[in-house]
Each structure stands twice: as C-alpha cells, then as structure tokens.
DNA sequence: TGATCCCGCCAACGT
DNA sequence: ACGTTGGCGGGATCA
C-alpha cells in the first residue's frame, strides 16, 4: 500500500497537481496555509500537550488522516468542518493545525509519549518507523529527525532498516557522561572562549588575522570527519548503523550537546554552536548560507533536545544585542572520575548507589581528530578499515528486514532468530568455508557477530548493559556454539580487561588466531588498549561478587528505574526474565515480517538446544532457552526449566561453586550469581566476558580491579543473554591449555580465592602483552592524545565554582595561543539570560 | 524584521 | 528499479 511507501511522494503529487491547477495561486513554493483558522482557542503549551496525548485516539488519527488527504485548500476546509462537527467539543483543536501544531517540538512529544522514559526489558519497545509515522501523522522524514537525535543520545539504536529500538533513558547519563569527555577532550571549551573573543575583537575589527586564529582556535583542523560517539553496547545499532557519509545530524546534535556540557554557564547560542559545528570541517569558508544551514539544523535539534526537557530555549543579552541560545536542564553530568581529573565541585562523595555512576565515559569511539598542530590524525590505512567497517555493518544492519539467508557475514539473521541458533554448527561451518578470504574480514565479521549490538563494533567492544542489548547479542550465541563445536572452532570471545574505562571488552577470535589476543579499543586507534588498569585487578572479595548480582551491568540500575528498588538479589532474576521474553518479543517480531519459514522448526531447533545443554556450550543455549522460554509451550518451558537446574548444578566443569541450594535462598537463578565467566573455546582461543563495572559498589579506586571478575559476570549476563547458572563456564578440556583456567575452584563465589583471580588477571595480562593483542584493529593507532594534560588552568577553567574567573587559557598544546584573561572575552560574565 | 523551522526535493545508499 | 535515509535550503510563519 501507499502508506508503507513514502508519503512525501503522495504530498507532492498533490500539491504539483495544485499548482498545476492553481498557477498563480502558490507556485512552487510551499502551499500557503489558509489563514482562516478557527478563532479558537489559542495555541498554549497546554492544550497541545493534551492534543499529543491524545494523538493516540483513532479518532483524532483518522481526522488527521483524512486532513492529510485534503492538500487542496479548499478541501482543507472542507475537512476541516466535516472534522469540527466530528470532534466533540472538548477535543476542539484547530483541525487545520497551525506550524506550531506541526513542530518538530510537538511531533517529538507526541513520538516520547509513546514511549517510557525507562523502559523495561520486557515490553515492546520496538518502533517501526512506518507505524509511528503513521500514527503521528507525519512524513517519515520528520521521524527520521527525531530519531536521529535520539539517537545520538542513544535512547533508541537502529535495529534494521525501518527498526528502532527504544531504550529511553537508561543510557542517558553514560551518554552524557561520554560526550562530556569528548567534547573535552575536543577542547570544546576553548573553541568555545576563541570564538566569543573572536567575535569580541570584532567590534573592533581585527579582521586580518582572523582566519589563522580561526585555524589555530580548532588546530590544524583536517577535516574532521565527524565520528559519533558511541557507547559500549550501542555502538553497531548506533552509530554503525549506516553510516551515511557523516551522519551529521546526529553526530551534530552530539556535538550540540557537549558545548552544554563543557560549558560552565550551561548556556549555549545557536550562533556559537554553529560556529563551532561548522568551523570543525570547514572553518575556510564560514560562507553565509552554511551558517543558517547549520543553525537551522541546530534548530531542529534543539526542539528535540527540549522536548527531552534537556534543554529549555533562553535569551542572552549581550553587547551584540539579544541572540537566541539554549539552557542545558538536564541532568548534571558527574565528570567521569577516571578519565579526567576534574573535579565537580559538588558530588565527590561515591554515592552508594549513585545513579550516575562513573561509568566510564565509554567513548568507545572518539575520532575527533585532535587539535593541535601535532595533531595525531587517522592514520589512512585506518580510515580504510573504517570504511569497510562501516560497509559491513550497513549490509549487517539492513539484513534483518531483508529475507533471511543464513550467511555467515549476516549475522543479524541469526540473532534475530534465537532458535537457529541451534543450528550453529551448520552454520559455523558454513561461515568458516566462506571465509576463508580474508581472514581479516572474517574477523572482523565474527566479532560483530558474535558481539553483535553489544559489544559489537569492531571498535569498540563494550559490553552494554541495557536492556535491549539483550536481543542484539543473541548472534553470540552462533558463534559461540561454533566455538564449542568440535569440527570448527571459529571465534571465541576473549575477555580483556579494558583500561581506559575499566570496561572489558570481548573480543571473538578466529580459530586460526587462537594464539592472539585481539582487542578492540574503545577509542579505536586513538586509545591503543591500555594496560594501565589491568593491572588492577586483584583483590576480588565478596563485594565484588556482590555488586555482580546487583549491576548486572544495567544501566537500569542508573536512573530512576522501578527495578532499582528491588533488592540486588530480586532484580537480576527479574531482568533475565524480562529480557528474555523481549528476545522473544523480538524474534517474534522479526519472524513476522520476514522470516517466517525459518522458525519453522523452532520446536526441533529447540530440542536440539537441548541437548548441547551438557555439553559445555552453555551460553548459547541458556540464551536461547532463555528466549524461548517466554513464547514456547509450558512443556517447553518446564524442559527448559528443568534443563537450567541440571546445568547449573551440572559438574561440568567451570561450573561455578554456587549451589542451587543457595541459589534458591536467594532465590536467584544460579546463573545470575556466578562470579567469574569465561568461555573458553575448544580452539584454544579464549572467550572472554567484558564488563562494565560501574557502580555504586565500586569503590571510589577507578582501578580495574574488582572489576575483572565483575567483568565476567556482567558479559555473560548482558551478552550472552542472562545465562543459566552452571552454563557459564564450559568446562571443555581443550581449552585447558588456554592461560585462562576456567576450573570451578577459581570461580568459588567469594573472597576466598583471590590468588586464582590474581592469576586469571595474570594470564589476561600476559595476552594482553602478547604483541598482537591489540591486533589488526589498533594496529594503525597512533598514541592517543597525550591525555588532556590537567592543568590548573583547565581544571580551573572548569570549575562551576569559578565562571567569571577564567584565567589565562593556554588552549593548544603548541602553546601558541595563548588567551589572557584580560583578553580573552568572558560573555559569561555579562549574560542576562531570559527565559521565555 | 529577525527568529524559527516546516516542507519536501532529491541524492546517497541499499536491496 | 525501487525503497529507505537524510542533507539541504527555500521560503512560510511566528514573535
């Protein structure tokens, strides 16, 4: 039908058609809105709150729709009246809606009231595109901005094409807290100062030199080829997503948002932004028309922005007169303990169970090219494996809706359909047969696949503890069986101990590189894989095992989420739970649209699930019966059941020491409990568990060291889709040779074996030293900038404390700009911010 | 008027 | 060849 195709196709046909009709009457130009509109109420914040919240009314909709039909003015009134006399008096609205009706603003309420601000792992929280568009009445496009911008907050990723997941809020502080530190790190601050005192000295005017300060304000700027922050566990359903050249409307508002954020006054003027946005690719010609263009963008970002209550519109009175700007409302963003040094005035103190928890500003990808004259820059042989990255995952991404081939490199397929997983030797062997090209590619592949959503980016493998990574990671589980498989080993995940954030990545191995470690660095080639805090981990205690059972590696744990109130104990049985029957949900939903044929055989795929239970290759299987278990049969169900309680208490080896007993007391499931997850692979390549330790029961030492363990455990519940108990850890003789011990005296629960964790961080170091660790991915790295150097200066720069005390500012590392108070243009200090 | 920003053409990409 | 995305900027509206 019409409907699922674009309707812009449809509007504009209408209206060449009116304008074929009406010559004179609006030529090409955007059909003049008919003035006479009802004289009704005024438009208020209010009652258009009250409009969206009842978009969802069929009968509005079909009002809508029928409005929508009628492109020809006369019609319009038509419909209008015929509309008037439809709606009862109480849901008067002007049927013929006013621009403001149709704001970007309004229409982004209207898309938000459809979705919770957390939601839970268990409902729907898939967004169709073409039925939000439908049902909010608008053309795609204007989805497509709201999207957008979402996310590059990462409140939704792209699924597949037409496919949105919504993720609300949970993400929302990690992402701030990521583009927080890029945008310090991209010295957003001083570009920020350069450019007012630019324009400052341009009252009097310094024209000359104007462009070279520009350039030496944003550093020898190659074009920066703008790069979306990602955060770990978004990164392939985000900013992979398909990547058109730039993405730039959401790396844009990315950037929008971390002028807030670096600002001290978090105040920022559309004109300065644009400034800025602009002048990181192409500072030569600040040329008129790409300015507006800008700021119109930024306009439509800012309504999305507000509508989020992120920010809120104001006025800043300056010499120059009054300029539009905008006033971050969000949330305070803690400076991310580890990375920079700064300090926040206020909240030092480790709350407990502080929501905005260091997590680490997972920044998994920050290609901001650095400033500076010394500039490290992306390396070309980098920029090509970017590229072909990004080509990948555009095929991968766009799968999902196409019908479904069992293609190694299409490894959505398989996550989306959880029971054919079953069928992972099959399909392992067919993908080792075809890729038996590059190897490097197949790698590459692998690891995405077998990561998928989560961990996947070839980037930037972080585990992501949201919900919705739940059902992205399940393509693991291919993978993973493969591994197990005897006739073919193909990749294993490896756990690594990530520095930088504390996070641990996971990394899939292809057999033939078993011996080699390979890692994926958060900042890919700017951040080669730092050892630093690996070496932290040690001490593992009962705390850690603790905070296991609790963060689960959720960012649900963050806000204001229902879960957070249940005990640690409660909550992780109930988010396995719930994710599970989202991964049915999901499948399901997939199954619907595409593949309908494939499930087929759910049921045998089942029982063969089933049976690879004993057999060591756990995590698949528990994720598979996992999401299963929510849609099948209660037959199906109590075997499944039934097959968790043996597995758990299974004597495979690596099982963790756990008992049911104690599980039962908990009254946990065992899997959520276990302490320390690795997989290792028959092929000698280790899988690792990467995780996020973030929280509150982290000790206020950024160290890596508790976090290791925590780090298993958190990957297989977020990646391998909330195994069951005893399932974690495979006990496969084969892998015995792999440094990592898996044995069930290394994973006792508790304190007790803190020597054995010592040597499993031993072991990981040591691949971690292995030359290749960092492998094709970070070989082209250069040297990550030389971490912001904290100087006083900065940190002072920074300080909430201090606005109108900026001091000197020695913004480039070449020294050569150097801004003295007395010079420098302190707007700050002479805003009168408005609000209205 | 200047601030806003809707609208939808059309190119880039995918399938 | 067609569908999805989304850059882009003309010009309508709003304040």
């Known amino acids: 039908r019409s409907i699922l195709k674009t309707p812009l196709k449809q509007a504009a046909t209408s209206h060449s058609v009116l304008t074929e009709l009406q010559p004179d009457c609006q030529p090409l130009t955007t059909p003049t809105k008919p003035k006479e509109i009802l004289p009704v109420d005024p438009w208020t914040p209010t009652s258009n709150l009250k409009m969206l919240i009842s978009a969802a009314s069929p009968e509005i909709r079909n009002r809508e729709q029928r409005r929508e039909l009628s492109n020809n003015p006369s019609e319009v009134l038509q419909a209008k009246h015929c509309l008037q006399e439809h709606l009862s008096g109480d849901e008067y609205e002007k049927s013929q809606p006013s621009r403001k009706e149709k704001s970007l603003g309004l229409l982004c309420h209207k898309f938000l009231a459809r979705y919770p601000n957390y939601p839970s792992t268990a409902e729907n929280n898939f967004i169709c595109l073409d039925e939000v568009a439908e049902e909010l009445n608008v053309e795609r496009r204007r989805i497509y901005d709201i999207v957008n911008v979402l996310e590059s907050l990462h409140m939704v990723s792209r699924l597949a094409k037409n496919r949105y997941v919504w993720h609300g809020r949970h993400n929302l502080s990690k992402t701030l807290q990521a583009l927080k530190k890029v945008g310090e790190e991209n010295k957003y601050t001083q570009q920020i100062q350069m450019i007012k005192k630019r324009e400052h000295e341009h009252e009097f005017d310094f024209g000359g030199e104007k462009k070279e300060e520009i350039a030496r304000s944003f550093g020898s700027n190659e074009h920066s080829e703008m790069s979306f922050v990602e955060l770990p566990g978004m990164e392939f359903r985000a900013a992979s997503v398909n990547s ?85 409302t969000g949330p305070d963003v803690l400076p ?101 090209k590059k190897e490097k590619e197949m790698k590459m592949k692998l690891s995405r696949s077998a990561l998928d959503c989560n961990l996947s980016s070839p980037d930037v493998l972080k585990p992501e503890a949201s919900c919705s990574a739940v059902l992205p990671q399940q393509p693991a589980l291919p993978q993973a069986l493969g591994v197990c498989s005897p006739s073919h080993g193909s990749v294993s995940p490896v756990i690594l101990p990530q520095t930088h954030s504390g996070v641990s990545y996971a990394i899939y191995l292809h057999p033939s590189q078993a011996h080699t470690v390979t890692t994926y660095s958060p900042s890919f080639m700017l951040q080669p894989l730092p050892c630093a805090n690996v070496t932290g981990i040690k001490s593992i205690n009962s705390k850690v095992v603790n905070k296991m059972t609790t963060e689960e590696g959720d960012n649900q744990i963050a806000t204001g989420d229902p879960t957070k109130s249940l005990t640690t104990k409660e909550r992780p049985a109930i988010k396995s739970e719930a994710s599970s029957q989202r991964c049915f949900k999901r499948s399901q939903a997939l199954q619907e649209n595409h593949l309908p044929k494939r499930y087929r055989s759910d049921k045998e795929s089942l029982d063969t699930s089933l049976s690879f239970f004993p057999s060591g290759y756990l995590i698949p299987l528990a ?28 004597p495979v080896a690596g099982v963790i020491p756990m008992t049911a007993s104690e599980l039962k007391a908990v009254n946990i499931p065992a ?115 030389p971490q912001m150097p904290q100087t006083p200066t900065e940190n002072f720069f920074r300080t909430p404390g201090g606005p109108n005390t900026v001091p000197s500012l020695s913004a480039n590392s070449d020294g050569t700009n150097t801004i003295s108070q007395e010079t420098l243009y302190i707007p700050q200090r002479k805003l009168e911010v408005s609000e209205d």
């Open 671 to 785: 899997f959520q409990i276990t302490p320390l997850n690795i997989m290792l692979s028959p092929t000698s390549s280790i899988a690792a568990a990467p995780v996020l330790s973030n929280s509150s029961l982290n000790s206020s030492n950024t160290s890596s060291a508790p976090n290791l363990s925590s780090s298993v455990l958190n990957f297989t519940l977020q990646h391998v889709g909330l195994i069951p108990a005893g399932v974690q850890v495979p006990a496969n003789p084969v892998l015995r040779h792999v440094p990592i011990t898996s044995q069930p005296e290394n994973i006792s629960h508790c304190s007790e074996n803190v020597s054995l964790q010592e040597k499993v961080r031993k072991n990981i170091l040591q691949l971690l030293d292995h030359g290749e660790l960092t492998g094709k991915y970070s070989a082209p790295c250069v040297p990550k900038e």
């Open 623 to 650: 994720q598979c019966t996992h999401s299963n278990k929510a849609g099948f049969s209660n037959e199906e169900k109590a075997g499944m059941c039934s097959l968790q309680h043996t597995t758990y208490s299974s």
């Open 336 to 436: 991310n303990i580890q990375g920079t040094k700064l300090e926040t005035t206020s909240t030092t103190h480790p709350p407990p169970t502080s929501e905005s928890i260091p997590s680490k500003e997972q920044c998994s990808k920050n290609l901001f090219p650095l400033k500076g004259k010394q500039n490290f820059t992306r390396h070309p042989s980098l920029m090509k494996l970017v590229k072909s990255i990004e080509n990948d995952r555009r095929k991968i991404q766009s799968a999902p809706t196409s019908p479904i081939k069992i293609r190694a490199s299409t490894d959505q397929n398989l996550s989306a359909f959880p029971s054919e997983m079953v069928q992972v030797p099959a399909i392992t062997k067919h993908q080792l047969e075809g890729q038996s």
């Open 244 to 328: 058109r050249k730039d993405k730039s409307l959401r790396v844009m508002s990315q950037k929008f948002v971390m002028l807030f954020l670096v600002s001290t006054p978090q105040i920022v003027s559309l004109e300065i932004a644009a400034k800025i946005l602009i002048g990181e690719d192409q500072l030569e010609d600040l040329d008129k028309s790409k300015f507006k263009t800008k700021i119109r963008r930024l306009y439509d970002i800012a309504n999305v922005l507000s509508s989020l209550e992120l920010i809120k519109k104001v006025h800043v009175t300056e010499e120059r007169g009054r300029k539009p700007a905008f006033k971050w």
